[in-house]
């Protein structure tokens, strides 16, 4: 099947800094990749869609200027969490899908832990 | 819109027992169907789907689920469990490309009494 790797698989970082997620899909060209965030012991919540070369589009209530989302190659898109707080601490995961396909494939999802 | 409910957030079975999960769906348009399983600080491993076709559908380790549509349902079952299917599980619904963004159920931690 096909391989989503998500880097790092969790991070630590101070409040106020700015952290970065890659999502790559290892042996196809996703056309779409998706961006959710999972509390502890609750359901997966989509952010954003973005597919390859056009701006990502935000679930409501995201905010677009705080989570950057790049979908610069079909192979790739990172997720940047900037001035990371306290609150923005979760479990983020990737998952992408290829054209023509009904199934999404997932990263293995990072831990971030801002303190 | 789309939206998924689980019912029992928390279901615990025997080793060898049955194990049911159940998923119910709303959706404006012919939906598919998704069942995930998630292991601690990993991320969702597909199990089955519904696409078009065959209402009864089979996974992966054992599992099926079957259509209904006049239930609006999409349980999940497996006729024994093991000890390795403790996990959190999720129900998802898609439009009817299948690759557009999925919606989930709030999930149902499965555990298994030895």
């Known amino acids: 099947g096909a391989v989503v790797s998500q880097h790092p698989s969790w991070v630590i970082c101070k409040s106020g800094t700015s952290v970065k997620i890659e999502c790559r899909s290892l042996?196809?060209?996703?056309?779409?990749m998706f961006w959710y965030r999972q509390f502890p012991k609750q359901s997966l919540m989509l952010m954003a869609t973005?597919?390859?070369?056009?701006?990502?589009?935000?679930e409501q209530g995201v905010e677009k200027d705080k989570f950057l989302i790049n979908h610069a190659s079909l192979t790739l898109s990172t997720l940047t969490v900037t001035s990371a707080h306290p609150e923005d601490s979760s479990f983020y995961i990737c998952s992408a899908t290829r054209r023509l396909n009904t199934e999404a494939f997932f990263g293995q999802g990072t831990r971030l832990t801002v303190v | 819109a789309q939206s998924v409910t689980q019912l029992g957030s928390h279901v615990s079975v025997s080793e060898g027992a049955l194990v049911l999960l159940r998923c119910n769906y709303s959706?404006?348009?012919?939906?598919?169907l998704f069942w995930y399983v998630q292991y601690p600080n990993q991320g969702l491993q597909l199990l089955l789907k519904y696409t078009t076709g065959a209402t009864l559908v089979k996974g992966i380790n054992g599992f099926e689920a079957e259509f209904k549509k006049s239930e609006t349902s999409f349980h999940l079952t497996k006729p024994s469990a093991h000890m390795s299917d403790a996990a959190e599980y999720f129900c998802a619904v898609s439009g009817i490309f299948g690759n557009e963004k999925l919606t989930f159920g709030t999930g149902t931690r499965l555990t298994i009494i030895p």
């Open positions: 973005s597919n390859e070369g056009s701006k990502a589009t935000y």
């Open positions: 042996d196809f060209q996703a056309t779409t």
């Open positions: 959706s404006s348009v012919p939906p598919y």
